[in-house]
């Protein structure tokens, strides 16, 4: 009876989201039969969303033996699947349904995922003492297995240990396949390096304008969904996110009232993650130029938006507060040209994660060096907002992957 | 001084029914709370939604980390818990009705706050995870910059009645609540309140920007147990707001804990409504912001009802 | 006397509660668990040290001048209950002992002492 009353959810599901997947983390937010929890210890269902990036495998195979046994592997839309892993495979449209019976078929124990990765320790625990204690010494030597962290003179003077970490590509709270690897001391962030995925989706050949301005909208909503998520709102994010799978104008609005109060996200956002005007001109990344008030816009060229009124770019400020209100400001307006575009098709869209002139690496490199600028000694907290607030194309909707835009 | 009526093995009871019911109605309005504030067709059923979440999550198996500090690890939550219900000891349910309303329940109450911050601190320690460190951390620094805030109101309430027992709060506001000539004080408490839950905007050690820090390398049975001591720990600080700005138990026609319970449940949805409205506060911003806008605020506070009392 | 049993027990209880939540689902430790489940969750890499340090804590400054409110604190206990008494003295001497300790935050506070870094 515990099993038939709690067999109609939420299940505990974690994403792991890769490119083009964040279109199921939007559903599954917004669904009621599914719990998205942020660890995968808390999980029983692993979902893989979205392509999975040929050096991020083996990570993927780690967080999957994370989630304790008995657990269910689920993959959405997910080429690249590491060959260990045997998901049940889903469409989108029955994803809820799927993990559902994933979940009850786990419960009653007639489900599980075996361990992909060997069981030994690759790190011998013991050292040479009779007590597993000695070895090489406690200052750079490995006692127990690990070894201690070492000091490093941080920004204030005060020579104190730093951690090296990697926070790895299918962590929450950062964007898709973003690797945040970092020199840790305190939680300051003493040295940082970013990188974003160098492949993701790509829109080719002839498209509808109709269609690009609703995946602009959909895409901007759905990076205000995580970032109001990780800015320590998630009813706000289960709101945003249920906009996010089907945009209206009335919608945005009255998200922006919702989130745009003084006592409201800006809290969280005020100040956190500053961007000179310099360096985001000429980064590729075509809405983060406008959200400082440079016009870089492919469609001001494209004879396709003619007679389609563009709004000027006003400069928002640096911070993340004015990055978000860019993403509402132009999924509005991206929401009034898809209604006015009709039939007008398009060879050089403005994608909405940056313009289609640069090229997948060459932007994911500028992307990569704009973030690490944005994020080297900056507390942890305001990193990963930042980052946060710097999504990649990654991060998009699963159709636009698939190049399901019809021409 | 109003001595314990009750009797000790009476008192662990009421005491563990209160804290238990208490964890139940903050869990369930928080789901409710958050189903609203989500926009959900059907706000009241979130109730019996994250009921079933909090069974399923029960029933999943907990996990260890490598090289934890495992005894510490399982005395966090049971000590949050712990220092939750010697907080309700000290709190007046009723006039006359106490599980130990000493002399000096102000200070047993900043103990509280202070022993809080290490379960918390040792919940995240224990781990041997760095993003678990750095909840650990960070609590222990927005903990220390509201401690003085919750200090400097209680001592404010303390003045009119002239004593550090909850009790004589209580009595004292039989003319006038605090809330009404002590204005500053419920705001400044309220931040006290969300700070040592670390709830909503104040969730700093639990935040999502680590991955839900101290909480990442708990699940199942520990973490259940986690978050019922949080809401265990919020309704206790709901209990005390009322008791400390709300005249407590005080008021016509129905019994004095009817009126408590009825006064803890709108402040505890105040803390929830809250919770779910406001942004995580970033770390350094709190810090300076308490130090130096709260606190020299709660020392105004201080100076005027120092001069009120005395007219 | 009594209420120190009392304490005591509600305690006890508290203590017994958790301990109880924790193993009565009979799940708190899985079976067989691996080397790679014990892996702090970072993402999917492996850690290359403890996470245990020397942690740099950023805000010691702040801690200092806390240890002098919280001395100030002591003398406020007693100072509360006596208040009334003594009248507007009482008042001005407080005053005063914040005041000069409100110095101590100002100082900080110019110096970054409130800062992160």
Redesign the interface.
């Known amino acids: 009876m515990a099993v038939t009353w709690t067999s109609a959810g939420p299940v505990p599901v974690f994403v792991a989201t890769g490119a083009g997947g964040a279109a199921v983390r939007h559903a599954l937010r917004a669904a009621d039969e599914v719990d998205l929890v942020r660890s995968p210890r808390r999980a029983c269902v692993l979902l893989v969303a979205g392509d999975v990036p040929t050096g991020d495998r083996s990570p993927l195979l780690q967080v999957h033996d994370q989630v304790p046994r008995p657990r269910g592997v689920v993959a959405v839309g997910a080429r690249g699947m590491p060959a260990e892993l045997a998901p049940i495979t889903s469409s989108l449209g029955g994803l809820v349904a799927t993990i559902l019976e994933v979940g009850s078929q786990i419960l009653v124990g007639e489900h599980d995922s075996d361990d992909v990765l060997p069981a030994t320790n690759p790190v011998e625990w013991r050292g040479v003492g009779p007590n597993g204690q000695g070895g090489e010494g406690m200052m750079g030597g490995v006692p127990y297995g690990r070894a201690m962290a070492m000091t490093a003179e941080g920004s204030d003077g005060l020579t104190l240990d730093r951690l090296y970490l990697t926070l790895g590509p299918w962590l929450p709270g950062l964007p898709s396949g973003c690797r945040l690897e970092v020199g840790l001391q305190g939680d300051v962030l003493e040295e940082a390096s970013v990188a974003y995925p160098t492949t993701g989706p790509t829109l080719a050949g002839q498209v509808r304008v109709a269609s690009v301005e609703q995946l602009r909208a959909r895409t901007l909503l759905g990076w205000l969904a995580d970032l109001t998520d990780t800015a320590g709102l998630p009813a706000l994010a289960r709101r945003v996110s249920r906009l996010a799978l089907d945009p209206t104008p009335e919608g945005v609005d009255a998200v922006r009232r919702r989130l745009d109060r003084r006592w409201g996200l800006p809290v969280a956002t005020d100040g956190v993650g500053h961007l000179e005007r310099d360096d985001v001109t000429g980064c590729g990344l075509g809405w983060l130029a406008r959200s400082r008030g440079v016009d870089e816009d492919a469609r001001r060229d494209d004879r396709a938006y003619d007679g389609l009124e563009l709004a000027a770019p006003t400069d928002r400020g640096g911070d993340v507060t004015g990055r978000w209100r860019t993403w509402l400001d132009e999924a509005a307006e991206a929401l009034r040209l898809a209604e006015a575009a009709e039939d007008r098709t398009t060879d050089r869209p403005e994608l909405p994660w940056g313009s289609a002139a640069v090229t997948v690496e060459d932007r994911a490199v500028a992307h990569a060096a704009l973030a690490t600028r944005a994020v080297s000694g900056a507390e942890l907290g305001r990193a990963v907002l930042t980052l946060a607030s710097l999504p990649s194309a990654c991060d998009a909707d699963v159709a636009a992957s698939r190049a399901e835009v019809p021409a | 001084m109003t001595p314990a009526t009750l009797h000790p093995l009476l008192a662990v009871v009421v005491g563990g029914l209160v804290l238990a019911g208490g964890a139940v109605v903050v869990g369930a309005l928080d789901a409710v709370v958050g189903a609203a504030v989500a926009g959900d067709p059907r706000p009241a059923t979130a109730g019996v939604r994250a009921w079933r979440r909090v069974v399923l999550a029960w029933r999943r198996p907990g996990t260890v980390t490598e090289r934890p500090d495992l005894v510490l690890w399982v005395v966090a939550p049971a000590a949050y818990v712990g220092v939750a219900a010697l907080a309700l000891a000290v709190l007046p349910l009723g006039d006359g009705i106490a599980i130990a309303d000493v002399r000096t329940g102000i200070v047993v109450f900043g103990a509280v706050e202070v022993l809080a911050m290490v379960a918390v601190f040792l919940h995240g320690w224990a781990a041997n995870s760095a993003l678990a460190l750095v909840g650990a951390y960070r609590f222990v620094a927005e903990s220390l910059s509201f401690l003085l805030l919750s200090m400097f109101v209680l001592i404010a309430a303390a003045l009119p009645a002239e004593s550090m027992a909850f009790g004589e709060i209580v009595a004292s506001q039989q003319g006038l609540w605090n809330v009404v000539r002590q204005p500053l004080g419920l705001p400044l408490f309220t931040v006290v309140a969300l700070g040592t839950t670390f709830w909503g905007p104040l969730n700093l050690p639990d935040g999502a920007d680590i991955a839900t820090g101290t909480s990442l390398e708990v699940g199942g049975p520990a973490y259940i147990a986690w978050q019922v001591a949080r809401r265990a720990m919020l309704a206790v600080y709901a209990i005390a707001t009322s008791v400390v700005f709300l005249g407590g138990h005080l008021g016509p026609v129905l019994p004095g804990p009817v009126w408590l319970a009825l006064k803890s449940v709108v402040v505890a949805s105040g803390f929830v409504w809250l919770g779910h409205r406001v942004g995580r506060v970033p770390m350094d911003r709190f810090v300076r912001v308490a130090w130096t806008v709260l606190l020299p605020l709660s020392f105004l506070h201080l100076a005027v009802t120092g001069a009120v009392v005395l007219l | 006397m009594?209420?120190l049993?009392?304490?005591f027990?509600?305690?006890g209880?508290?203590?017994l509660?958790?301990?109880g939540?924790?193993?009565?689902?009979g799940?708190?430790?899985?079976?067989?668990?691996?080397?790679?489940?014990?892996?702090?969750?970072?993402?999917?890499?492996?850690?290359?040290?403890?996470?245990?340090?020397?942690?740099?804590?950023?805000?010691y400054t702040?801690?200092l001048?806390?240890v002098a409110?919280?001395m100030e604190?002591m003398f406020?206990?007693p100072w509360?209950?006596?208040?009334?008494?003594l009248?507007?003295k009482?008042?001005v001497e407080?005053?005063v002992f914040?005041v000069i300790l409100?110095l101590g935050?100002l100082y900080?506070?110019r110096e970054g002492g409130?800062?992160?870094?």
């Open positions: 009594t209420t049993i009392t304490i027990l509600v305690l209880l508290s203590v509660f958790t301990a939540l924790r193993t009565a689902s799940t708190d430790l899985a079976d067989h668990i691996t080397n790679p489940q014990q892996r702090p969750v970072l993402g999917g890499s492996d850690p290359k040290t403890h996470a245990w340090q020397r942690f740099h804590v950023r805000y702040m801690t001048v806390f409110f919280e604190m406020m206990y509360a209950i006596v208040y009334r008494a009248g507007i009482a008042l407080m005053g914040l409100s935050i900080a506070w409130l800062g992160w870094q």
